[in-house]
């Protein structure tokens, strides 16, 4: 069983920054591929960002790329994303994810349920 734990998230103004951060306990994290996703009021949760094992390879929501990073520490059992030129459509409750699959690639990497973890998320609102 593997808890996550997201924080970072807060009320920021449109075109500003917030890094959001994904602790998780467990001691095989390089093992699992990450991924963040994010759901806002009256809609479907939404694919933002995923990465590998060691985070060699990336793949972002079309709505977020080039403004957003993911990353990992794997020494400190921790997930980012950088999210830099929010918008107010970025307001979201953010959600982290974890699986052991064995693949990753993009089409598969974007699908929610080959996630076996999930954190209780963490609210972000952009202001216009």
């Known amino acids: 069983q593997v808890q996550l734990v997201e924080s970072g998230g807060g009320l920021v103004q449109a075109g500003g920054s917030l890094r959001l951060s994904c602790a998780a306990s467990t001691r095989t994290f390089g093992m699992y591929i990450l991924g963040w996703f994010r759901q806002a009021p009256g809609k479907e949760r939404e694919f933002v960002a995923a990465?590998?094992?060691?985070?060699?390879?990336?793949y972002y929501g079309d709505s977020v790329k080039g403004r957003f990073t993911i990353s990992r520490d794997n020494a400190k059992n921790t997930l980012y994303l950088q999210m830099n030129s929010l918008k107010p459509e970025d307001t979201a409750l953010y959600y982290c994810a974890a699986t052991r699959g064995k693949n990753y690639y993009d089409s598969y990497a974007r699908r929610e349920d080959v996630y076996d973890y999930w954190g209780q998320g963490t609210q972000v609102t952009v202001s216009s």
């Open positions: 990465i590998s094992w060691t985070g060699g390879t990336t």
